[in-house]
């Protein structure tokens, strides 16, 4: 089982280099669902499922009451639409759960 950060999920693509998962304490390498895929079939792997879930919450940083606030009101308004997004793999973190084939 592998959870990343999804380089196509909303968060990618709003905040591009801003987004927190870029960066010297981030990650090296970044996929997006379907390369991801690709990668472990080509390795020999199965695809159990893939899935895309989950938004990173705080958008900008949480060092004022303003901003907390404005964090909460995306994120509150983001759920709305919630269902929607995961079902277009545009959720910022991919889920997936492989295994050798045999």
Same mark, same amino acid.
Request: aromatic content about 14%.
């Given at each position: 089982?592998?959870? *990343? ?16 998962? =870029? ?5 090296? *390498? ?21 899935? $895309?879930?989950?938004? $990173?919450?705080? =958008?900008?940083?949480?060092? *004022? ?15 709305? =639409?919630? $269902? ?17 084939k045999e």
């Amino acid at each position: 089982m592998l959870i *990343t950060p999804n380089l196509l999920g909303i968060s990618g693509r709003i905040l591009r280099q801003k987004w927190w998962v =870029f960066g010297p304490d981030g990650h090296f *390498t970044l996929f997006s669902p379907n390369s991801l895929k690709f990668i472990l079939e080509d390795n020999n792997f199965e695809i159990i499922y893939c899935k $895309t879930d989950s938004l $990173t919450q705080w =958008f900008m940083p949480n060092n *004022t009451i303003l901003k907390k606030a404005v964090n909460k009101m995306i994120y509150v308004v983001y759920s709305l =639409f919630r $269902t929607h997004v995961y079902s277009h793999n545009l959720g910022d973190s991919i889920e997936i759960l492989a295994k050798l084939k045999e």
